[in-house]
Structures are given as C-alpha cells and as structure tokens.
C-alpha cells in the first residue's frame, strides 16, 4: 500500500489544519493506522491510532482533547484534525499503516509509511 498525506502548512498558535492520508495499491479497512511527527534531533514520535473499523483511537498525551483522528474505509483515507495548534507541534507528520495490528502506538509495527507532510505553527 501507498501513502501520501497532504494538508500540511503553516498556522498561527490557536489556529487548526487538517491532515489527510490518501492510501492507494490496497484498501486500507483491514490496516490499524497511524500519525506520527519528528522534528529535526529528535526521534519520530507517536501522534495517534485508529483501529480498522474507526471504533477505537489513541492518542498521545500532549494533543489529547486538541487532534482526532478519523478514517473513510470507503474513501481509502485517514485524517488528522488538528485544533488549538500549539508552536510545539510543529513536526514533520507521517502517516503509516499497520496490516498485522488493530492498532499500535509502535512505530516498529508500522510496515508502510508515507513521505509525510511539514506542519509550521508560529506563535
């Protein structure tokens, strides 16, 4: 399966942008799904998951009650809400997909990434 998340740019502080991750090659409903961001230095990190049916997510503490993430089996893509931006999330962002778990916080049981998508938010 291929990849492509786009809706990336610049925001103000406060402000919000939406992540998709377009998927193509393979229909994505038997996948758990992923976000994950890396700044420059630093490891990637986990965002949040969704499991194949949309039924159940997490998400990492520093952007709960502020991202959703949602998914359209049907539309073979994955989204990203991202609300109340703060500086610190800014990150390059990829989406990824996991064809043997429900779900994963692991990056390591993501086997398909894409290219990911640069999110800039000034204060």
């Known amino acids: 399966v291929q990849l492509q998340a786009s809706g990336g740019g610049l925001a103000q502080a406060g402000g919000s942008l939406r992540l998709s991750c377009a998927a193509s090659?393979?229909?994505?409903?038997?996948?758990?799904m992923g976000w994950f961001r890396q700044v420059p230095g630093k490891e990637r990190e986990f965002v949040a998951t969704?499991?194949?049916?949309?039924?159940?997510?997490i998400y990492t503490d520093s952007v709960k009650g502020r991202f959703n993430i949602s998914r359209d089996n049907a539309k073979n893509t994955v989204y990203l809400q991202m609300n109340n931006l703060k500086v610190e999330d800014t990150a390059v962002y990829y989406c990824?997909?996991?064809?043997?778990?429900?779900?994963?916080?692991?990056?390591?049981?993501?086997?398909?990434w894409g290219p990911g998508t640069q999110v800039t938010v000034s204060s």
């Open positions: 990824a997909a996991d064809p043997e778990y429900n779900w994963s916080r692991r990056e390591s049981e993501y086997d398909y």
């Open positions: 090659g393979r229909t994505i409903s038997s996948y758990g």
């Open positions: 969704i499991s194949r049916s949309g039924g159940f997510t």
